[in-house]
């Protein structure tokens, strides 16, 4: 199979789509594209609705004794990521955070489940002056308080790409991973800053994990086994303003409250040549495939369709192998990695689809399968493919399904709980 080099994760700081060449079994100009950021401004307050988890109103009990607030009264040059903390006398807890603006207007937040910070809802806003009253309570039900006034950084000048391939009202497959991208790649000494600041909650609730692709342009967020049907995830991806130890800060927030639907998962096996379609645990049908060549493999592993187009074209004539190169119009194309794989369309292949090997490493299925395929799968749906030459690459795609779920947790910047992370709220 010819090859197909990302040049570089993402180009430019992630616009909305971002295209790039593709060469190998497939030659769309095309990848998914990113959901849209939130970006923090100068001075002003965000105009978003009320958070009801927020605490917006600053009356509270007389303090017994005041307790220490985070940022420290007068600090300067904070960060947009910066979060309110605070160390209550004794050792007790903080029951009631509300953040300002110099003029008294409320910032939104949410605190942490584990009650170690409270979180801005939105970034907060440059080169502006806030002040956060806290309120806890001591282990002896005394009400202690504290109060500081800080002052964020100005607008820096360098700052990371970031994506998010996930979209508001959106239905996905259960394999859909949350992924997101980083150009350059998160520094390794940074992951577990910038993970602390990438929330994912599910509706109902399943537990989780990060896992970092080694040069941390990728992470992918997935459940011990894949996501129940009718799923609710909300994520966002905070990183507007969150330094890194590279001199760049985080460019943008980013987020999306998306749906999963029905349970659809498709098995290739290389020994009979056949797909299973299984439709909410129950087989639907068996298709003849052809799959790749001794020459130019198929990808063995779990891999999810990433994006769908009912006709593209795919060009490899940049393939150094002459036999590899060729100009060929594709019907309902699903792509599985970024090297070039897909499901898609040959009719060229039909007469030895289901006993012999021809394609350039793509999985080949009939026109009319193709078209029923095409119709029935989601954006997320899972494809596994055994038993040919070649093992999937991680990072080729989105191949957090590739590993097992220890294999996936070993990859988190953070220390996972046995069963996974639960909800940050």
Not at 16 to 33: I, N
Not at 392 to 405: K, M, V
Request: proline share 8%; with cysteine; hydrophobic share 35%.
């Amino acid at each position: 199979m010819g090859r197909f080099a990302r040049a570089g994760a993402m180009v430019g700081v992630l616009v909305l789509t971002a295209s790039l060449a593709l060469t190998g079994c497939g030659g769309d100009e095309e990848k998914p594209a990113f959901v849209p950021g939130q970006q923090q401004e100068v001075g002003g307050v965000s105009s978003t609705a009320p958070d009801p988890t927020s605490t917006p109103s600053s009356d509270a009990a007389p303090a017994a004794s005041p307790l220490t607030v985070s940022p420290a009264d007068g600090a300067t040059g904070r960060p947009a990521s910066t979060e309110i903390s605070a160390r209550v006398p004794g050792g007790g807890t903080v029951s009631k955070v509300v953040l300002t603006t110099a003029d008294g207007t409320a910032v939104n937040g949410r605190m942490r489940r584990d009650g170690s910070s409270w979180v801005p809802s939105t970034p907060l806003k440059y080169a502006t002056k806030y002040t956060a009253t806290v309120t806890g309570t001591g282990p002896d039900g005394a009400t202690h308080q504290g109060t500081s006034t800080f002052t964020t950084m100005g607008k820096p000048k360098s700052t990371i790409g970031s994506g998010l391939y996930l979209f508001s009202d959106k239905t996905y497959g259960v394999a859909m991973p949350v992924v997101a991208e980083f150009s350059p790649g998160i520094p390794k000494k940074d992951r577990a800053a910038v993970q602390k600041r990438m929330f994912v909650q599910t509706d109902p609730p399943q537990p989780g994990a990060w896992y970092w692709v080694t040069n941390g342009t990728q992470a992918y967020y997935r459940a011990p086994e894949y996501w129940k049907t009718g799923t609710t995830l909300t994520v966002r991806l905070a990183l507007a303003g969150i330094p890194l130890s590279n001199g760049r800060y985080g460019n943008v927030d980013r987020n999306a409250t998306a749906k999963i639907g029905r349970a659809f998962e498709m098995t290739v096996d290389n020994a009979t040549k056949k797909m299973t379609v299984s439709e909410n645990g129950a087989v639907i049908r068996t298709l003849p495939v052809s799959l790749g060549k001794k020459s130019t493999p198929s990808s063995s592993g779990t891999m999810v369709v990433m994006e769908k187009k009912e006709s593209t074209v795919f060009d490899t004539r940049d393939e150094p192998d002459p036999n590899n190169q060729y100009v060929t119009k594709i019907d309902f194309a699903q792509r599985l990695t970024w090297g070039g794989e897909y499901i898609h369309a040959a009719p060229w292949s039909e007469g030895v689809q289901g006993r012999r090997n021809v394609s350039h490493g793509c999985v080949n299925v009939s026109m009319a399968d193709g078209r029923w395929l095409f119709g029935k799968t989601l954006v997320g749906d899972p494809i596994t493919v055994k038993g040919t030459e070649r093992r999937l690459a991680p990072g080729n795609g989105w191949t957090a399904w590739s590993l097992s779920w220890s294999e996936f947790v070993a990859g988190s910047a953070l220390p996972v709980p046995k069963g996974g992370q639960g909800a940050p709220f």
